[in-house]
């Protein structure tokens, strides 16, 4: 069975960095995409970044250049580096594996991790 596991996050004040990582336990083959969604308190849950197995990156407008996504295939795992942080990044942050072949089932899964918390104070 698959379990998407977050590590990382916490507390700093704007301007600081945090580190997110998170492992797809228990995939037999690194998931297709891997990446990090966030939701803050009353709002919708939002794309922060993406990675293919290929290496392909997508960032949302608000982190570019300030966020970098990494993967390591072999380990199934995603990182998120965070910099300059700012109040507004604040919010839960949500690993996603997508395209997590099924031995059993024959079909590619989509899992979601509990989510993690990050907290920028002013």
């Known amino acids: 069975q698959v379990q998407v596991v977050e590590s990382g996050g916490g507390s700093v004040q704007a301007g600081g960095s945090l580190g997110l990582n998170c492992t797809a336990s228990?995939?037999?083959?690194?998931?297709?995409?891997m990446g990090w969604y966030r939701q803050a308190p009353g709002a919708q849950r939002e794309m922060v970044a993406l990675?293919?197995?290929?290496?392909?990156?997508d960032y949302a407008g608000s982190v570019q250049g300030r966020f970098t996504i990494s993967r390591d295939n072999v380990k199934k795992s995603v990182y998120l580096q965070m910099h300059s942080l700012k109040p507004e990044d604040t919010g839960v942050y949500y690993c996603?594996?997508?395209?997590?072949?099924?031995?059993?089932?024959?079909?590619?899964?989509?899992?979601w991790g509990q989510g993690t918390q990050v907290t920028v104070s002013s």
């Open positions: 996603n594996a997508n395209g997590v072949f099924s031995l059993r089932e024959g079909i590619y899964l989509n899992y």
């Open positions: 228990g995939a037999v083959f690194s998931p297709n995409s």
């Open positions: 990675i293919t197995s290929s290496d392909t990156v």
